[in-house]
């Protein structure tokens, strides 16, 4: 498995899309080309869940079909990314069910999770699809207090 490296400045873009969206989840992908090992630009999506769910994040509409063709360009998602407003960075039940059937990942794409709280963000995580645990395994861990 080949992680995807989130170089700073992207994770701090998205720290503060996380800040701005508490106390719900924020919700994005990062893209970079296709095959490479790292992400260079972060896309911001609104959580379709709407501004009063902090347990659930979801795109949808033409911001879904956006994430969709991207994985038909030079410039895939590589990562998508939502918030855990209770300040924790880890990959619950609920993300792994939407994120997974049980023949594997739902898109070719790692996640990060960024804890928040209302000071700002706490800590961040990356999970990637293992096929040898058949589930997503933590890859990278920051801690952030921001």
């Known amino acids: ?23 719900a989840e924020c919700c994005g992908y990062l893209v970079g080309v ?15 869940h709407g501004a009063g769910d902090d347990r659930a994040f979801a795109i949808e509409g033409a911001e879904l079909l956006a994430f969709a063709r991207t994985f038909r360009s030079s410039r895939p998602a590589r990562v998508v990314y939502h918030s855990h407003p209770n300040g924790r ?12 059937t ?27 699809w293992s096929a040898e645990a058949r589930d997503f395994v933590e890859v990278a861990r920051w801690s952030v207090l921001r």
Do not use: K, W
């Not at 296709?34 to 379709?48: F, P, Q, Y």
């Open 102 to 128: 049980p023949d594997g990942p739902t898109y070719d794409v790692q996640h990060l999770v960024v804890g928040v709280s209302a000071a700002g963000a706490t800590e961040a995580a990356q999970f990637a």
């Open 89 to 100: 960075a880890y990959f619950s039940p609920t993300d792994r069910a939407v994120a997974a």
């Open 1 to 23: 498995m080949t992680v995807v490296r989130i170089p700073d400045d992207l994770r701090a873009a998205i720290y503060a899309h996380a800040r701005a969206a508490f106390p």
């Open 34 to 48: 296709a095959g490479g090992e790292t992400v260079d630009e972060a896309v911001e999506c609104a959580n379709a």
